[in-house]
Structure formats: structure tokens, C-alpha cells
T-cell receptor
Framework: AQSVAQPEDQVNVAEGNPLTVKCTYS??????LFWYVQYPNRGLQFLLK??????LVKGSYGFEAEFNKSQTSFHLKKPSALVSDSALYFC???????????????FGKGTKLSVIP | GAGVSQSPSNKVTEKGKDVELRCDPI?????LYWYRQSLGQGLEFLIY????????KSGLPSDRFSAERTGGSVSTLTIQRTQQEDSAVYLC????????????FGQGTRLTVV
């Protein structure tokens, strides 16, 4: 069964500092990987995804993530955090080759990011 | 519509009653997902529809939960004989399918069982 681990329930970072939100995954075969963000009282929004090719993917709002196959990780990063980045971040995985025909999208438990002014 | 639409946005029901939650996906999206998000918890997968294929029901927590998708479009999640532990936000998402397309989420239905 596929799974996603986000080892930190909360990450605190000072405004202007770089931020990292960690994600590791387990899936049969090769993965498609995603990051979503949930602002307070709002729905989930797509940030970025890894499909194939370059291991460093860039997404919305200056975020990027690096796919590391050997470490089965897909950490979310941003060079300079903004207070407005404070939100709940979810990592998700689905198998690239679904023999059973199900592209079930599995999410981690989420990491609350707080950017301190 | 422009996005995924869910109704109602809020539902309060008495324990033991049945409820139906509706999801209207983005037009042309072949994949549809239902998730449950409890307070302070992550997203719990419930069910996945892809085109005309048999749905992946592996996440449904009990036989009180069922879902259908009519005509490959609108979906209804039904919870029978609701229990207090069913209280949560139920999220629906749709995508172009085939795994690599990102999912677009609705605003959710907040279900409270009293």
C-alpha cells in the first residue's frame, strides 16, 4: 500500500529565512508526487508536482521541491519565507503505473507552517 | 462551472439519520475523489472514480458509507445511520485522470452529527 510521511507536525521559520517542509513516500513503482496548500478556512490548492524529468520542480508562489528517488523524498522548499506562506501543507503520491487501474491519491497528515515576522 | 462545487456547505444531522453529500466536478474531468478531513487530521482517502472503471472503494471506513457517480459527472456520498465520529469535513476533488494530473478540490461539506 502506498503512504506518505510528513515527519513534522509544525515548522516555524522567521520571515526572510529559507524554509523546508519534509516529505517521504512509499509507493509501488515510480511515483507522481504533489504538494498542496490549505490556507485557513479555504480549500486545498495545488502548488506543484513531479511527473518526470528534472528532479527540481518549481511551482506557485516561489515554492520548489526536489525529488530524490534514492531517499524516496520530495521536500518542499522556498528560499525566503513570507508571513503569508503560513498555512497547512500536504504532500501526496500516486503510482505512475497503476496495474489495477486506480490512481488513488494518498496524502500525508500535513505540516503546519508558521512564518514569524 | 469554474471549479468543483460541493453541497451543502454545512450539514447538521442527528445521530442515526442518513445524509447525502453532493459533488459537482469540473466539466471534462474523468477522475473524482472523496476524502474526509477531521479536525487537526490529514486527508483520509474514501473513494476514487475514474471514467467507467469500477471505483476504488478501499478507503470507505464501513458499510454505512457508499458513493455513486452518475453519468460520469455528479457524485453523491451517502452516510447511513450517522454516528458522532462521522463528524468531519468531506472534501471532493476532480482531475483529468491518469494520475499525473493535479486534483482540484471543492470547499468541502462540514458534517456535524449531534
Amino acid at each position: 500500500a502506498q503512504s506518505v510521511a510528513q515527519p513534522e507536525d509544525q515548522v516555524n521559520v522567521a520571515e526572510g529565512n529559507p524554509l523546508t517542509v519534509k516529505c517521504t513516500y512509499s509507493v509501488s513503482g515510480n511515483p507522481y508526487l504533489f504538494w498542496y496548500v490549505q490556507y485557513p478556512n479555504r480549500g486545498l490548492q495545488f502548488l506543484l508536482k513531479y511527473i518526470t524529468g528534472d528532479n527540481l520542480v518549481k511551482g506557485s508562489y516561489g515554492f520548489e521541491a526536489e525529488f530524490n528517488k534514492s531517499q524516496t523524498s520530495f521536500h518542499l522548499k522556498k528560499p525566503s519565507a513570507l508571513v503569508s506562506d503560513s498555512a497547512l501543507y500536504f504532500c501526496a503520491v500516486t503510482p505512475r503505473d497503476s496495474g489495477a487501474g486506480s490512481y488513488q491519491l494518498t496524502f500525508g497528515k500535513g505540516t503546519k507552517l508558521s512564518v514569524i515576522p | 462551472g469554474a471549479g468543483v462545487s460541493q453541497s451543502p456547505s454545512n450539514k447538521v444531522t442527528e445521530k442515526g439519520k442518513d445524509v447525502e453529500l453532493r459533488c459537482d466536478p469540473i466539466s471534462g474531468h474523468t477522475a473524482l475523489y472523496w476524502y474526509r478531513q477531521s479536525l487537526g487530521q490529514g486527508l483520509e482517502f474514501l473513494i476514487y472514480f475514474q471514467g467507467n472503471s469500477a471505483p476504488d472503494k478501499s478507503g470507505l471506513p464501513s458499510d454505512r458509507f457508499s458513493a455513486e457517480r452518475t453519468g460520469g459527472s455528479v457524485s453523491t456520498l451517502t452516510i447511513q445511520r450517522t454516528q458522532q465520529e462521522d463528524s468531519a469535513v468531506y472534501l471532493c476533488a476532480s482531475s483529468l485522470g491518469q494520475g499525473k494530473a493535479e486534483a482540484f478540490f471543492g470547499q468541502g461539506t462540514r458534517l456535524t452529527v449531534v
